[in-house]
């Protein structure tokens, strides 16, 4: 029988954000141990019954994908919504971050659209419930409508730019946001990647994937070494990608990214791994070409200026996000193999990781590939071995593949 409690207590997480844990045993860090949890257990029966019982909304409901929180959108009378649910284990003070970030990017101009906070029946933006005698935090967002990027084999050009124009804009829009919620130890932080791979390296079967997943990360660590000071940081999405923005289509029929879905993994990091992660998610709309993301690179760089050691540090925390996607999502299906968001998405996980692989290559003070050709003004190729795709900069590439699919 299912009892929605409603209850005022909160479940505190010590955030120790910013530091690199050196070694994966240190499971007593945030990130560690919610790397072994999977979804909350929480049926769409139980999701309905938490929107009629503190939101009073009714109607035909649909779970959205999510690695490890519960999403639920409702079709009600007034409106769309969904229903975020998440563990105990976050601490709230980074649930009110998000909520907070929302509103700074809605009170500006000129920025992507970003869903709505919607409060409860008594007034808080936040619920603390108990499921079948599980507790959970629980927020409502209204849901913005758009077309998904995430399911198209071949982006066009125009498509990609846009997407790293919005994640320029955000990033920059986010620059002056502060909160103390996000401080956060997060297991998608790049900051932390090196230790979260090691320790989820144990969920990868595949030996020979597992033993390149070890090898390109300690490459991509060494070449981050002398960069780190160098590399701002602030307020971050960290998770503009393919999977979390809607789209409109222009009068060519081209879809052009306009709004942000979801702000969970929202942290203070570096400004630099904003982009890594969104250049990562094209990877698997590549057909094999790295080349793929320079529109990506270029827009973000016109709107936020990237500095030289932010270029360099790029293509290795792309190759970061990489290994940290495999192994992340080898360890939730371990954990949870009846997800079939995590199971929908590691083969094309795989394949951002295997063209990222084929691809370190480095990237001029203008956003350009350069193939690690001496030319380049940023010196970036010292860090980076030559691309087995050879030397294309976007300028002789073009738009190929036409309308996206």
């Known amino acids: 029988m299912f009892h929605p409690i409603c209850h005022s207590r909160s479940f505190p997480v010590v955030p120790i954000c910013g530091q690199l844990i050196p070694g994966s045993e240190r499971l007593e860090h945030a990130f560690l141990r919610r790397a072994a949890l999977s979804r909350p257990d929480v049926s769409a029966e139980d999701a309905a019954n938490l929107f009629a019982a503190h939101y009073g909304l009714s109607g035909p409901i649909a779970e959205l994908g999510s690695q490890q929180d519960r999403n639920y959108r409702i079709d009600a009378a007034s409106g769309r919504f969904v229903l975020k649910i998440c563990r105990a284990d976050y601490a709230t003070v980074e649930l ?16 992507p659209r970003v869903p709505r906070v919607v409060a409860a029946g008594n007034g808080a933006d936040i619920l603390f419930v108990t499921v079948r005698g599980e507790d959970y935090q629980i927020r409502l967002l209204d849901y913005i409508d758009g077309q998904p990027l995430t399911r198209r084999k071949h982006l066009p050009a125009v498509t990609i730019a846009a997407l790293g124009a919005l994640g320029g804009r955000l990033a920059l829009t986010l620059a002056d946001f502060v909160h103390p919620g996000l401080s956060r130890d997060l297991q998608w932080d790049l900051r932390n990647a090196e230790p979260v791979v090691s320790h989820l390296l144990s969920a990868v079967k595949d030996v020979d994937r597992k033993q390149r997943i070890s090898r390109e990360m300690d490459a991509a660590m060494r070449r981050l070494d002398g960069l780190k000071t160098d590399l701002r940081e602030q307020a971050i999405h960290h998770d503009i990608t393919d999977d979390n923005v809607v789209s409109l289509p222009n009068d060519s029929g081209q879809l052009i990214p306009d ?12 400004l630099v791994a904003d982009l890594a992660v969104t250049c990562a998610s094209l990877l698997h709309h590549a057909d094999g070409d790295p080349y793929i993301i320079l529109p990506a690179i270029k827009a973000f760089h016109a709107v936020f200026p990237l500095n030289d050691a932010e270029l360099r540090a790029l293509w290795p925390l792309i190759m970061a996000r990489a290994a940290v996607l495999v192994a992340s999502s080898e360890q939730q299906l371990a954990l949870d193999p009846d997800n079939a968001y995590v199971a929908g998405n590691i083969g094309h996980e795989r394949l951002i990781f295997d063209v990222a692989v084929s691809g370190a290559v480095g990237i001029d003070g203008d956003g350009d590939f350069t193939g690690c050709r001496p030319i380049a003004r940023s010196g970036a190729c010292d860090h980076w071995r030559p691309s087995a795709a050879g030397n294309r900069g976007i300028q002789d590439r073009g738009d190929r593949t036409g309308h996206a699919k």
Request: aromatic content about 8%.
């Open 259 to 270: 709004g942000v879905i979801d702000f969970g993994d929202v942290i203070n990091g570096w």
């Open 96 to 111: 009110e971050a998000q909520n907070a970030a929302l509103r700074h990017v809605a009170g500006k101009v000129a920025v």
